[in-house]
């Protein structure tokens, strides 16, 4: 077996240009792994071979590399296009991959005597006006059904059309005027609707509206009352659906983009707004290599996605993109500007918005942040972590149970412990639990831990049904001190009763406690279970651990809240809330009550002079 040849990168380097272009890497087996472009070829490409590369995901592709070339580009928007295509035709596994590239339907408004609406999707050979992009095929179904209740125009295949010799159901129902027969309409009727219609999905509501009023009242002087009754219905049919549309707006050509990531996904949310509405949305879940930057994910979805020329897709007037990740804008590697330029300068780009457009952008990134946390949940990517995190464990019996505490304060006040719990199909809601941390010593996550394991586990040993629904493995959110509390308790808690204790793990944060950097330490002989950054195995357990990071911040917050809102009354003895309401009512609020005398507090009817001195020396004595 022969030796792999290492890459002369020194030799490749020497002779390369200074001008722009794109370059590819090979692996030994001739397979493109990677696809740049460059400003500077020469530049870019030395960056990699450099001695102090930082980054893991630039040493795995650099070890790979057996051969590199190049192609020169006239300018840098124009290595960004050769980029995107040579993306497209070999997906290298080192580059981040939108998935999902098939064309967006649109709805077609054919140029036939009688026009038709239609479903289309991929090129436009037919002509006629094309209305859309719509998010899916869904989408335009949907709208297809309500155009054809609002506007009787034909929506049939033209083989149907010109076989007709009497109206069909369509004509019955009052869904179409029936061109296809002589004598039911004119042309110029028809194509009235036709021209309403239109108005209709350029997002011109009210103007067809106001011609239709126009059209009833000259039907109603003309006395051609039947005609004038079917625009009247016409008009309150435009009218319902009006006051449905609750998403709408002023500006009228805007994609809105959301981005969230999480436990090795990232989850990027479309908004397209058309014509003053928001006509649909969709979200897309692109391949990553493991560390890739959150810059580095949009801008590969951005290139990939408005690059694409196949799927027939018009682009928007403005782009706006995620508020977090204004970075991007400021990169001159990945200079939005030359995204511009390789657009044909079509498009604006921004981030920084207000109003109208600040609302938009805020809607997309909770879609994002929705469809992430729908992700993390789906069944597959549940099963695909658990086995894998079974195979690292080397677990005798599925996981069925797992469960994790963390510790949330704030200096110490307002303790609170949270626990979690996943089965197989992921966060199980019903089961989570919140522990309010009382008789400790402020700050002392320690104490905090081991009250909280006392508090949920002593109360499993009293009943069948707390045994049964003891986890598998006890996830402990910290390092080997927290771990520690855990092994004390069990021991004591386990081997008097012969119950098995869960397996536990402490989950420790890296030193910039980055996602990815976490350890995982076995209880017992405090190893680390090594595990890569990208491994299914470790987004589960950090998906775990976040969410038991959120429960326990939602109830420290809620508790801290609380303590804000309540008074020292509340907590004097024999002062309930009928008698608190006297007393507020009667000397006008709590900073009355605390300066008050014991006479004036006496005075209050159902406060005793006893009560008013105990009152009294109770706000003295803070």
């Given at each position: 077996?022969?030796?792999?040849?290492?890459?002369?990168?020194?030799?490749?380097?020497?002779?390369?240009?200074?001008?722009?272009?794109?370059?590819?890497?090979?692996?030994?087996?001739?397979?493109?792994?990677?696809?740049?472009?460059?400003?500077?070829?020469?530049?870019?490409?030395?960056?990699?071979?450099?001695?102090?590369?930082?980054?893991?995901?630039?040493?795995?592709?650099?070890?790979?590399?057996?051969?590199?070339?190049?192609?020169?580009?006239?300018?840098?928007?124009?290595?960004?296009?050769?980029?995107?295509?040579?993306?497209?035709?070999?997906?290298?596994?080192?580059?981040?991959?939108?998935?999902?590239?098939?064309?967006?339907?649109?709805?077609?408004?054919?140029?036939?005597?009688?026009?038709?609406?239609?479903?289309?999707?991929?090129?436009?050979?037919?002509?006629?006006?094309?209305?859309?992009?719509?998010?899916?095929?869904?989408?335009?179904?949907?709208?297809?059904?309500?155009?054809?209740?609002?506007?009787?125009?034909?929506?049939?295949?033209?083989?149907?059309?010109?076989?007709?010799?009497?109206?069909?159901?369509?004509?019955?129902?009052?869904?179409?005027?029936?061109?296809?027969?002589?004598?039911?309409?004119?042309?110029?009727?028809?194509?009235?609707?036709?021209?309403?219609?239109?108005?209709?999905?350029?997002?011109?509501?009210?103007?067809?509206?106001?011609?239709?009023?126009?059209?009833?009242?000259?039907?109603?002087?003309?006395?051609?009352?039947?005609?004038?009754?079917?625009?009247?219905?016409?008009?309150?049919?435009?009218?319902?659906?009006?006051?449905?549309?609750?998403?709408?707006?002023?500006?009228?050509?805007?994609?809105?983009?959301?981005?969230?990531?999480?436990?090795?996904?990232?989850?990027?949310?479309?908004?397209?707004?058309?014509?003053?509405?928001?006509q649909g949305s969709r979200s897309?879940?692109?391949?990553?290599?493991?560390?890739?930057?959150?810059?580095?994910?949009?801008?590969?979805?951005?290139?990939?996605?408005?690059?694409?020329?196949?799927?027939?897709?018009?682009?928007?007037?403005?782009?706006?993109?995620?508020?977090?990740?204004?970075?991007?804008?400021?990169?001159?590697?990945?200079?939005?500007?030359?995204?511009?330029?390789?657009?044909?300068?079509?498009?604006?780009?921004?981030?920084?918005v207000r109003g109208e457009r600040?609302?938009?952008?805020?809607?997309?990134?909770?879609?994002?942040?929705?469809?992430?946390?729908?992700?993390?949940?789906?069944?597959?990517?549940?099963?695909?972590?658990?086995?894998?995190?079974?195979?690292?464990?080397?677990?005798?019996?599925?996981?069925?149970?797992?469960?994790?505490?963390?510790?949330?304060?704030?200096?110490?006040?307002?303790?609170?412990?949270?626990?979690?719990?996943?089965?197989?199909?992921?966060?199980?809601?019903?089961?989570?639990?919140?522990?309010?941390?009382?008789?400790?010593?402020?700050?002392?996550?320690?104490?905090?831990?081991?009250?909280?394991?006392q508090r949920r586990f002593d109360?499993?040993?009293?009943?069948?049904?707390?045994?049964?629904?003891?986890?598998?493995?006890?996830?402990?959110?910290?390092?080997?001190?927290?771990?520690?509390?855990?092994?004390?308790?069990?021991?004591?808690?386990?081997?008097?009763?012969?119950?098995?204790?869960?397996?536990?793990?402490?989950?420790?944060?890296?030193?910039?406690?980055?996602?990815?950097?976490?350890?995982?330490?076995?209880?017992?002989?405090?190893?680390?279970?090594?595990?890569?950054?990208?491994?299914?195995?470790?987004?589960?357990?950090?998906?775990?651990?976040?969410?038991?990071?959120?429960?326990?911040?939602?109830?420290?917050?809620?508790?801290?809240?609380?303590?804000?809102?309540?008074?020292?009354?509340?907590?004097?003895?024999?002062?309930?809330?009928?008698?608190?309401?006297?007393?507020?009512?009667?000397?006008?609020?709590?900073?009355?009550?605390?300066?008050?005398?014991?006479?004036?507090?006496?005075?209050?009817?159902?406060?005793?002079?006893?009560?008013?001195?105990?009152?009294?020396?109770?706000?003295?004595?803070?």
């Amino acid at each position: 077996m022969t030796e792999k040849q290492l890459f002369d990168a020194k030799a490749f380097i020497q002779h390369l240009t200074h001008q722009p272009g794109v370059y590819r890497m090979y692996d030994d087996e001739g397979v493109v792994i990677y696809v740049g472009k460059a400003k500077d070829l020469k530049k870019r490409v030395s960056s990699y071979f450099r001695a102090t590369v930082d980054r893991p995901k630039t040493q795995t592709l650099v070890r790979h590399i057996a051969a590199m070339d190049v192609t020169v580009t006239n300018t840098e928007a124009e290595a960004l296009i050769l980029e995107n295509n040579f993306i497209k035709k070999y997906r290298p596994r080192y580059n981040v991959l939108l998935r999902d590239d098939k064309s967006y339907p649109y709805i077609l408004v054919s140029q036939h005597q009688h026009p038709r609406l239609a479903f289309h999707r991929g090129t436009r050979r037919e002509k006629g006006e094309y209305f859309g992009p719509f998010p899916n095929g869904v989408a335009v179904r949907e709208s297809l059904r309500l155009l054809q209740k609002l506007f009787p125009v034909r929506q049939c295949e033209d083989s149907y059309y010109r076989a007709r010799s009497r109206p069909c159901l369509q004509y019955q129902l009052k869904r179409c005027l029936a061109p296809c027969v002589k004598g039911y309409c004119s042309d110029e009727e028809y194509q009235e609707q036709v021209d309403l219609a239109k108005s209709f999905l350029q997002g011109k509501n009210q103007q067809v509206i106001d011609q239709l009023v126009v059209k009833m009242e000259q039907a109603s002087t003309q006395l051609e009352f039947e005609r004038a009754a079917r625009f009247r219905d016409q008009i309150g049919a435009l009218r319902k659906v009006q006051e449905r549309n609750a998403v709408t707006g002023n500006q009228q050509e805007l994609d809105v983009i959301g981005f969230a990531r999480r436990g090795g996904i990232a989850a990027i949310h479309l908004l397209f707004i058309r014509e003053g509405a928001v006509q649909g949305s969709r979200s897309y879940f692109p391949k990553l290599p493991s560390d890739t930057s959150d810059n580095e994910v949009l801008l590969a979805f951005l290139l990939q996605f408005y690059l694409n020329d196949q799927v027939g897709r018009r682009l928007p007037r403005e782009i706006i993109l995620p508020a977090d990740n204004a970075a991007l804008l400021l990169d001159p590697e990945h200079d939005l500007q030359v995204l511009e330029q390789a657009l044909a300068q079509q498009v604006r780009m921004t981030h920084n918005v207000r109003g109208e457009r600040k609302q938009y952008q805020v809607l997309a990134q909770k879609n994002a942040l929705n469809a992430l946390e729908s992700k993390l949940n789906q069944a597959s990517t549940m099963s695909m972590r658990l086995q894998q995190l079974e195979q690292v464990l080397d677990v005798a019996e599925p996981i069925q149970r797992m469960e994790c505490f963390d510790i949330s304060h704030t200096m110490g006040q307002e303790t609170v412990a949270s626990c979690v719990v996943f089965d197989r199909q992921g966060p199980k809601k019903s089961d989570y639990r919140r522990f309010n941390i009382k008789g400790i010593t402020p700050g002392d996550d320690y104490a905090a831990m081991a009250q909280a394991l006392q508090r949920r586990f002593d109360a499993a040993l009293k009943s069948p049904e707390g045994l049964a629904a003891l986890p598998d493995i006890l996830f402990i959110d910290g390092g080997k001190g927290q771990l520690s509390q855990a092994e004390a308790y069990f021991e004591q808690w386990a081997a008097p009763k012969h119950i098995d204790a869960p397996l536990l793990i402490g989950v420790a944060k890296g030193e910039s406690r980055k996602p990815g950097l976490e350890t995982l330490i076995l209880a017992g002989s405090h190893q680390t279970i090594p595990l890569a950054g990208d491994a299914p195995a470790l987004h589960l357990v950090q998906h775990i651990r976040d969410e038991s990071h959120r429960f326990a911040i939602t109830g420290h917050r809620q508790r801290r809240a609380k303590v804000k809102r309540s008074s020292k009354l509340e907590d004097i003895p024999g002062i309930g809330a009928k008698r608190r309401q006297k007393l507020l009512q009667n000397l006008g609020g709590l900073q009355e009550v605390k300066q008050a005398s014991i006479d004036q507090l006496s005075a209050v009817p159902g406060i005793s002079r006893e009560i008013a001195e105990t009152i009294y020396h109770a706000f003295r004595d803070e």
